[in-house]
């Protein structure tokens, strides 16, 4: 199975601040990679596909990046809102596998 | 607008079994791969198993393999999560989620509320 690792786990930011968040496969995935935002309670909504599409509705302070084994999703002007757990997933191969998330909290 | 509402969790002792089901709305079911993910409380998320649009092709998490059964009605826009010798592991909120594309994966484009599920005597 392909291993997806997330960094950090967490992290504390300040309103208006810019994050990156790093997903690393354990073998080459192309860009078969997405991005989900999740709040606590909350199913999981779709930010990326393909590493750097966005999904339809979403604003384009998210950004993603990356092929082969390296990704990073952007979120510029941090707002109350995304405050979230943020997780990849790799679609390259079965069985899908997810990274362990990224716990977004406030400064 | 497209919607997937779950339905059948609840409290089941190990070693019994339990159906999900996913009532989907506001799109053409049969054009879409489904897929089943869950998460176990306090944690990440897992992903269960994927059914072809038609049901031609399914494939499935090894820890699920042989106990878990991923089947389809398209005629009544619903997807099924067959789960049997359920074990305390398996206590999770299982969601629904769509496939971009009918066949080979392109992504998780929308989810469904979730069922919680729990394993316990």
């Known amino acids: 199975d392909i291993q997806m690792t997330q960094s950090p786990s967490s992290l504390s930011a300040s309103i208006g601040d810019r994050v990156t968040i790093t997903c690393r496969a354990s073998q080459g995935i192309n860009n078969f990679l997405a991005w989900f935002q999740q709040k606590p309670g909350k199913a999981p909504k779709s930010l990326i596909y393909?590493?750097?599409s966005l999904q339809s509705g979403v604003p384009s302070k998210f950004s993603g990046s990356g092929s082969g084994t390296d990704f990073t999703l952007t979120i510029t002007s941090l707002q109350p809102e995304d405050f979230a757990t943020y997780y990849c997933q790799q679609y390259y191969t079965y069985p899908q596998t997810f990274g362990g998330g990224t716990k977004v909290e406030i400064k | 607008q497209v919607q997937l509402v779950e339905s059948g969790g609840g409290v089941v002792q190990p070693g019994r079994s339990l159906r999900l089901s996913c009532a989907a709305s506001g799109f053409n079911l049969s054009s879409y791969g489904m897929h089943w993910v869950r998460q176990a409380p306090g944690k990440g998320l897992g992903w269960v198993a994927v059914i072809w649009y038609d049901g031609s092709n399914k494939y499935y998490a090894d820890s699920v393999k042989g106990r878990f059964t991923i089947s389809r009605d398209n005629s009544k826009n619903t997807l099924y999560l067959q789960m049997n010798s359920l074990r305390a592991e398996d206590t999770a909120v299982y969601y629904c989620a769509r496939d971009r594309s009918g066949s080979s994966s392109r992504s998780l484009d929308y989810w469904g509320l979730g069922a919680l599920v729990t394993v316990s005597s």
């Open positions: 393909a590493a750097s």
